[in-house]
């Protein structure tokens, strides 16, 4: 077990330090680079020179890479460039609120999705599993944007039963009921998205144990239906929905751009695009390696998890079904 | 060996006749004459054009891709033309048959000039993608060892960071133009096109035929290329035709954000961002840009679907499977 | 007529698919008599696994249906019955195990649990009542250290323990009737004599009849009391073991035994093959299903599907070369064991 997660650490580390070259790299191609970005624009050339040199911009790009790989390695995200805040600071926050976002809709298609991909898988093609089929489809093809501009439309502006925007109303910060109300909306939309997929995902996976060799053991032996289903197929069926689950852990601290653009949540999603658009560079590169660490440690925690669940799957023995 | 396309249909027809679908089908008589076998892409079309969705979502796209082409013939606006005499005018209103927007663009026109955006991103995202993760693919599943590792890395660091992300930044930092968007976009979604002809080659390297062509002296690329790659091509066909849908929804979020589509050129997306600050003016606005962008991706995902429904001998579609069922109840003896 | 424990009469069973209608099995007849052991032997794909699967009526769940016949156990119709009823009698007087032993027992449950669970459901043991007697049948079916392995899940033992806990899971309710379908094709040949020792030890022990499934020959020479010879979805050929063996009369019979190496023939000799495949379902020649691949095929054959013809008093065969023979009645008198 701790060789097995060793191993899986240290590859790991390998991704996460690959993409802080990738990410330093693709800031440093930009047209200009970020030297011109950082400085104030309208400097004389010896001001500009003078203001690169105390900021690290005049060494070498090996050089700037370490420092900032060295920084990272020490919680340091850096500064802004533009009011020398530090980001650190900035960015835990907004974690939290798109949390508080992502995690609502994760478990509230979480609750409807699996359970209703599972009596679906047991109806295949009756008005159930149509009906899902047809969600899942409008799930994948919608732009969630326009279906969240659409509710606004409707229950904010036309029918006024949910706040337009916001986390809190003005006045009401910190209320647990207010928040829940603005929730609502940005809840729906994101939730179909992962409606869409999981519901397919649990169907097809309930789909596939119940075509297994053991499930017509348990039906030779004389269980009932019910019991099959519940019993000897879910059990088996949860282990791939798990790791799934277990892989979109990350997507709760940065998957909501969209829905928190439309509904002006004050989140991570809102803030990178705020940045991108002001270009502050060095945020951008501290919201990337965040997030990528969140996915190479949902993917850990998903491998952990699968081995939890599935006694076949000991961490650290060969011969295990893979993922 | 007779492959009999009508044979669910005509077994079921004549249920009203009796049991005579029960008869086991004759082999037909060797000297009955014998028809070249369908091509494969010939069998592929005749599953495809029996699925009601698949084809529906055909003649959506092909409709789409008229109108892309017809614009400038079906509207005498020019879409980028500001007229703010007659901004925000409703439906009908006046010879503009949707209205103009706020700063009095023809909202029909901006429509049609805006499927010509999304289809040209959606397809080119999807041909690239396709190129790039074949080549990578195809390499790495065909070399194998440290060639395969490295290749693999890549996909997987490349998989790690969050797509959106990924093309935010760097439509922020290239500058928003309509080839970075394009080639952003296909960076960032090769990688299952890749995993998926690595998988096809694992598999068809220790075949007999890839064995027979290398000791006759093709070479190893004309073996990848002509040999290989043709016979992953329906799984990448399907992959990429979900792509086109795929990149047809970032490029309208993109736009969406502000770090798309730049005015005067007009999208779906950047329709939108604009509808949703005139939300109270008129509501109307946003939703023509949305539907259009739901109907064409929609069309696009039933296509794929359809084509993998029909490459894959297991999958009926919904209809003939429910005519199976009922006809199961039909001559069962026993109830369940 | 004395009564036999399982009589299948005439029983057509078949899955709908795009190209129609198959019948995997075509009117076939069968019965098992108390205590006996019959196998049913063919190749793969001549509708032997069906047979089985309707008999327990799982065959609804694979996608299948018995379009026709009677299956009959103490003279009740199987066929006639609700899946409810059904689910009364699997697993408590009729038990059945599959091929593949590893794939057939549930990964995420102690081998423990799921022979308890038989028992817990047929026989509303408490659950530490029923563990107890689930070490117990893990004894008898010779697993060492049964309390130890109880606990462990099934990829922890290897084939032919898995395959002996299937056969625990079978007999637990101590049926009167278990179909094994193809139990050692999936093992070793050193465990494939131990399961069959097994069984036959089992067979004396606890009195039960068996419905043995097996493309294997050799198995059938060491098991059975009476055969049955299927071919492309109907039986060509049934007799007592003896009769079988020592007068095989329809040429698929023939065939199979002089392609068994060292059965008859010389040794270094060639080995005997059946030119030809088997049809694929649905696509049956014309006449007698076997006449492509015959050698001695006549023009009757191509035209004329054979009746049974009655060659000896408890042995039938589907075949025009016996033509002057009566034609059977339909059922069998009850055989004795051997």
């Known amino acids: 077990?701790?060789?097995?997660?060793?191993?899986?650490?240290?590859?790991?580390?390998?991704?996460?330090?690959?993409?802080?070259?990738?990410?330093?790299?693709?800031?440093?191609?930009?047209?200009?680079?970020?030297?011109?970005?950082?400085?104030?624009?309208?400097?004389?050339?010896?001001?500009?020179?003078?203001?690169?040199?105390?900021?690290?911009?005049?060494?070498?790009?090996?050089?700037?890479?370490?420092?900032?790989?060295?920084?990272?390695?020490?919680?340091?995200?850096?500064?802004?460039?533009?009011?020398?805040?530090?980001?650190?600071?900035?960015?835990?926050?907004?974690?939290?609120?798109?949390?508080?976002?992502?995690?609502?809709?994760?478990?509230?298609?979480?609750?409807?999705?699996?359970?209703?991909?599972?009596?679906?898988s047991t109806k295949v093609y009756g008005l159930s599993d149509q009906t899902a089929?047809?969600?899942?489809?409008?799930?994948?093809?919608?732009?969630?944007?326009?279906?969240?501009?659409?509710?606004?439309?409707?229950?904010?502006?036309?029918?006024?039963?949910?706040?337009?925007?916001?986390?809190?109303?003005?006045?009401?910060?910190?209320?647990?009921?207010?928040?829940?109300?603005?929730?609502?909306?940005?809840?729906?939309?994101?939730?179909?998205?992962?409606?869409?997929?999981?519901?397919?995902?649990?169907?097809?996976?309930?789909?596939?144990?119940?075509?297994?060799?053991?499930?017509?053991?348990?039906?030779?032996?004389?269980?009932?239906?019910?019991?099959?289903?519940?019993?000897?197929?879910?059990?088996?069926?949860?282990?791939?929905?798990?790791?799934?689950?277990?892989?979109?852990?990350?997507?709760?601290?940065?998957?909501?751009?969209?829905?928190?653009?439309v509904f002006n949540w004050p989140g991570?999603?809102?803030?990178?695009?705020?940045?991108?658009?002001?270009?502050?560079?060095?945020?951008?590169?501290?919201?990337?390696?965040?997030?990528?660490?969140?996915?190479?440690?949902?993917?850990?925690?998903a491998d952990i998890l699968y081995s939890v669940v599935d006694p076949r799957v000991k961490l650290g023995k060969q011969g295990g079904k893979t993922a | 060996m007779s492959i009999d396309n009508t044979g669910l249909s005509g077994a079921l027809s004549s249920q009203s006749t009796g049991p005579a679908p029960l008869d086991p089908k004759p082999v037909p008589p060797a000297d009955s004459v014998v028809k070249r076998p369908p091509g494969p892409w010939v069998m592929l079309w005749k599953k495809f054009s029996r699925n009601p969705f698949a084809m529906g979502g055909l003649i959506v796209l092909l409709f789409f891709i008229i109108i892309a082409f017809l614009a400038p013939l079906l509207t005498p606006?020019?879409?980028?033309?500001?007229?703010?005499?007659?901004?925000?005018?409703?439906?009908?209103?006046?010879?503009?048959?949707?209205?103009?927007?706020?700063?009095?663009r023809d909202i029909f026109a901006r429509l049609l000039y805006s499927a010509r955006i999304s289809l040209l991103i959606g397809f080119s995202v999807a041909?690239?993608?396709?190129?790039?993760?074949?080549?990578?693919?195809?390499?790495?599943?065909y070399f194998g060892g440290w060639v395969d590792t490295v290749f693999m890395r890549i996909v997987d660091v490349m998989s790690s960071v969050p797509t959106l992300f990924l093309?935010?930044?760097?439509?922020?930092?290239?500058?928003?133009?309509?080839?970075?968007?394009?080639?952003?976009?296909?960076?960032?979604?090769?990688?299952?096109?890749?995993?998926?002809?690595?998988?096809?080659?694992?598999?068809?390297?220790?075949?007999?035929?890839?064995?027979?062509?290398?000791?006759?002296?093709?070479?190893?690329?004309?073996?990848?290329?002509?040999?290989?790659?043709?016979?992953?091509?329906?799984?990448?066909?399907?992959?990429?035709?979900?792509?086109?849908?795929?990149?047809?929804?970032?490029?309208?979020?993109?736009?969406?954000?502000?770090?798309?589509?730049?005015?005067?050129?007009?999208?779906w997306g950047l329709m939108l961002s604009n509808a949703q600050e005139f939300m109270l003016i008129d509501p109307l606005q946003a939703l023509y840009p949305g539907l259009c962008i739901l109907v064409v991706v929609l069309a696009v995902n039933f296509i794929g679907d359809g084509i993998r429904d029909a490459l894959d001998p297991r999958q009926q579609g919904i209809k003939s499977r429910r005519r199976l069922d009922k006809w199961r109840k039909t001559y069962s003896k026993s109830e369940n | 007529m004395a009564e036999n424990l399982l009589e299948i009469r005439k029983l057509t069973a078949g899955f709908a698919t795009e190209h129609g209608l198959v019948k995997a099995t075509d009117e076939i007849s069968i019965s098992i008599g108390k205590g006996q052991t019959v196998c049913l032997v063919g190749e793969s794909g001549s509708g032997k696994s069906v047979t089985s699967l309707a008999i327990m009526r799982l065959i609804e769940?694979?996608?299948?249906?018995?379009?026709?016949?009677?299956?009959?156990?103490?003279?009740?119709?199987?066929?006639?019955?609700?899946?409810?009823?059904?689910?009364?009698?699997?697993?408590?007087?009729?038990?059945?195990?599959?091929?593949?032993?590893?794939?057939?027992?549930?990964?995420?449950?102690?081998?423990g649990e799921q022979i308890a669970e038989s028992l817990r459901l047929h026989q509303e043991k408490s659950p530490g009542e029923a563990m107890k007697q689930a070490i117990e049948l893990l004894r008898l079916v010779g697993i060492p250290a049964p309390e130890i392995r109880a606990k462990q899940y099934p990829h922890e033992l290897s084939g032919g323990m898995c395959q002996r806990v299937v056969i625990a899971i079978a007999l637990a309710c101590r049926p009167e009737l278990l179909i094994a379908d193809e139990p050692t094709t999936a093992l070793d040949v050193t465990v494939q004599a131990q399961i069959l020792d097994l069984l036959r030890n089992l067979q004396e022990e606890l009195g039960m009849s068996i419905l043995l499934i097996t493309h294997d020959m050799g198995v059938a020479a060491e098991m059975a009391d009476r055969i049955?010879?299927?071919?492309?979805?109907?039986?060509?050929?049934?007799?007592?073991?003896?009769?079988?063996?020592?007068?095989?009369?329809?040429?698929?019979?023939?065939?199979?035994?002089?392609?068994?190496?060292?059965?008859?023939?010389?040794?270094?000799?060639?080995?005997?093959?059946?030119?030809?495949?088997?049809?694929p379902l649905g696509q049956l020649p014309s006449g007698c299903r076997f006449h492509p691949r015959c050698p001695h095929a006549m023009d009757i054959c191509r035209s004329q599907e054979p009746p049974d013809f009655l060659i000896s008093g408890q042995h039938r065969a589907a075949c025009w070369l016996f033509e002057d023979k009566p034609v059977w009645s339909g059922t069998n008198e009850r055989g004795g064991k051997r």
Do not use: C
């Not at chain 1, 919680?75 to 508080?100: A, C, M, Q, S, V």
């Not at chain 2, 703010?84 to 439906?91: C, K, Q, V």
């Not at chain 2, 041909?127 to 599943?141: E, F, H, K, N, Q």
């Open chain 2, 77 to 104: 606006y020019d879409p980028a033309a500001i007229d703010l005499m007659n901004a925000n005018l409703g439906p009908g209103a006046t010879d503009h048959l949707l209205g103009t927007d706020e700063l009095g």
């Open chain 1, 133 to 261: 089929s047809f969600i899942s489809y409008l799930g994948f093809a919608m732009p969630t944007f326009w279906f969240g501009i659409m509710l606004q439309q409707y229950f904010s502006l036309k029918l006024d039963w949910f706040p337009l925007s916001d986390m809190y109303s003005r006045g009401h910060e910190g209320e647990i009921g207010d928040l829940f109300m603005h929730l609502v909306l940005p809840v729906t939309v994101l939730s179909l998205g992962f409606l869409a997929s999981y519901m397919k995902y649990a169907r097809a996976s309930m789909l596939e144990v119940l075509d297994q060799d053991y499930i017509r053991t348990a039906r030779a032996k004389g269980v009932v239906e019910r019991k099959v289903v519940f019993r000897h197929a879910l059990r088996n069926a949860l282990i791939p929905i798990i790791t799934l689950l277990g892989m979109d852990l990350p997507i709760l601290v940065g998957g909501a751009v969209l829905t928190e653009n």
């Open chain 2, 127 to 141: 041909l690239a993608s396709v190129v790039i993760g074949s080549v990578i693919g195809a390499i790495s599943g």
């Open chain 2, 167 to 267: 093309n935010i930044l760097v439509m922020a930092i290239f500058g928003t133009q309509i080839k970075y968007m394009i080639l952003i976009l296909a960076l960032t979604s090769w990688m299952s096109i890749a995993r998926l002809v690595r998988g096809n080659f694992l598999q068809l390297r220790e075949m007999q035929y890839v064995e027979a062509a290398k000791a006759i002296g093709v070479s190893n690329w004309d073996i990848i290329f002509r040999h290989l790659l043709r016979n992953a091509s329906f799984p990448i066909i399907v992959n990429a035709t979900l792509m086109v849908g795929g990149a047809i929804l970032s490029e309208s979020a993109l736009s969406y954000l502000g770090l798309g589509i730049q005015a005067p050129a007009t999208s």
């Open chain 1, 1 to 120: 077990m701790t060789e097995y997660l060793i191993r899986r650490i240290a590859q790991s580390v390998v991704v996460i330090f690959l993409i802080t070259i990738v990410t330093f790299l693709l800031i440093h191609a930009a047209p200009g680079g970020p030297t011109q970005m950082m400085l104030s624009p309208g400097l004389t050339p010896e001001v500009m020179e003078q203001q690169a040199k105390n900021l690290g911009l005049d060494k070498p790009l090996p050089v700037q890479y370490l420092k900032w790989v060295g920084g990272l390695l020490q919680g340091d995200l850096g500064y802004t460039f533009k009011n020398h805040l530090p980001i650190g600071e900035l960015i835990w926050p907004r974690i939290g609120k798109t949390f508080i976002l992502m995690g609502s809709a994760w478990l509230v298609s979480i609750l409807i999705a699996i359970p209703w991909g599972i009596y679906n």
């Open chain 3, 228 to 279: 049955a010879v299927m071919y492309a979805g109907a039986i060509v050929e049934e007799g007592s073991a003896i009769d079988i063996f020592d007068q095989p009369s329809h040429p698929y019979t023939v065939g199979l035994l002089q392609s068994i190496p060292g059965f008859e023939g010389e040794r270094g000799g060639e080995l005997y093959t059946i030119r030809g495949t088997i049809p």
């Open chain 1, 268 to 301: 991570m999603g809102r803030w990178y695009v705020e940045m991108a658009i002001s270009r502050e560079y060095s945020v951008l590169m501290a919201i990337t390696i965040v997030t990528a660490v969140m996915v190479v440690i949902g993917n850990l925690l």
């Open chain 3, 61 to 111: 769940y694979a996608g299948g249906m018995i379009l026709d016949g009677g299956i009959h156990f103490h003279g009740e119709d199987l066929t006639a019955k609700k899946q409810e009823e059904m689910r009364s009698i699997r697993g408590d007087r009729i038990a059945m195990i599959f091929q593949d032993p590893m794939s057939s027992l549930n990964p995420v449950f102690t081998v």
